[in-house]
């Protein structure tokens, strides 16, 4: 059946950590870490932090914690009481504008193949900032609703968020496909929802998964054009 309605996760799928920031924040601090190091080691700490157990016993925000931790650790950050200065002004950033504001190339251009002809929706767990984020970095526009969880009170894997982006933009769940990032997070709230899914592995670490698999959001665009999906 015709894909006619898109749903995509924001970070990690529209948008990555700045690392360059996180970096020079330490760095003002007197906290040394390098931002090549920080973003070589994350994709590995998120499918190490995406188990069935974690999802379904921690929150987003706790997982959050938790990934902050282990990529200082992986990177070589010395963890610690000096580093509590640098993570105050982390998150006082990251709640006001949100540290996910890398885009990658290509984004822009395969949202716009995505968008002919079809409805696109974020659904995002996320802390109140997505939609601003997404209006600030240029992306929103192609979007016909942005579901933050937070706003929501309800947070994927919760089939009820997926729900209310399908009631907003009027979609139907059998030709609706959610893209994301990280398999128990999205696929299994998506599928949960009725929904088809896809999971954005562009460093194969899911090659075990039962779930479609593409390297890239321009691959993504190539499979819902084609049909195939």
């Given at each position: 059946m015709r894909v006619d309605s898109v749903f995509l996760d924001a970070g990690g799928v529209l948008v990555h950590p700045n690392w360059e920031r996180v970096a020079e924040t330490l760095a003002r601090h007197g906290v040394a870490a390098d931002a090549i190091r920080l973003a070589a080691v994350e994709p590995s700490v998120r499918r190490e932090l995406?188990?069935?157990?974690?999802?379904?016993?921690?929150?987003?925000?706790?997982?959050?914690?938790?990934?902050?931790?282990?990529?200082?650790?992986?990177?070589?950050?010395?963890?610690?009481?000096?580093?509590?200065?640098?993570?105050?002004?982390?998150?006082?950033?990251?709640?006001?504008?949100?540290?996910w504001e890398c885009v990658p190339e290509g984004t822009a251009s395969a949202l716009e193949r995505l968008a002919a002809g079809r409805r696109l929706a974020v659904v995002s767990n996320s802390n109140g900032t997505v939609r601003r984020k997404l209006q600030r970095l240029g992306?929103?526009?192609?979007?016909?609703?942005?579901?933050?969880?937070?706003?929501?009170?309800?947070?994927?894997?919760?089939?009820?968020?997926?729900?209310?982006?399908?009631?907003?933009?009027?979609?139907?769940?059998?030709?609706?496909?959610?893209?994301?990032?990280?398999?128990?997070?999205?696929?299994?709230?998506?599928?949960?929802?009725?929904?088809?899914?896809?999971?954005?592995?562009?460093?194969?670490?899911?090659?075990?998964?039962?779930?479609?698999?593409?390297?890239?959001?321009?691959a993504l665009a190539d499979l819902v054009d084609s049909g195939t999906l």
């Open positions: 995406d188990t069935d157990g974690g999802v379904r016993t921690t929150s987003d925000r706790a997982r959050g914690e938790a990934y902050f931790n282990r990529v200082f650790a992986l990177a070589g950050v010395p963890l610690g009481p000096a580093l509590e200065p640098a993570r105050a002004e982390l998150l006082a950033y990251h709640t006001e504008h949100n540290l992306l929103a526009r192609f979007f016909d609703t942005i579901v933050d969880s937070l706003e929501e009170g309800a947070e994927k894997p919760d089939p009820r968020i997926f729900a209310l982006a399908l009631e907003r933009i009027g979609a139907r769940p059998d030709t609706t496909v959610h893209v994301g990032d990280l398999y128990h997070v999205d696929v299994v709230g998506a599928r949960a929802a009725g929904l088809r899914a896809v999971l954005l592995d562009p460093h194969g670490l899911y090659a075990d998964h039962d779930c479609v698999r593409v390297p890239s959001l321009a």
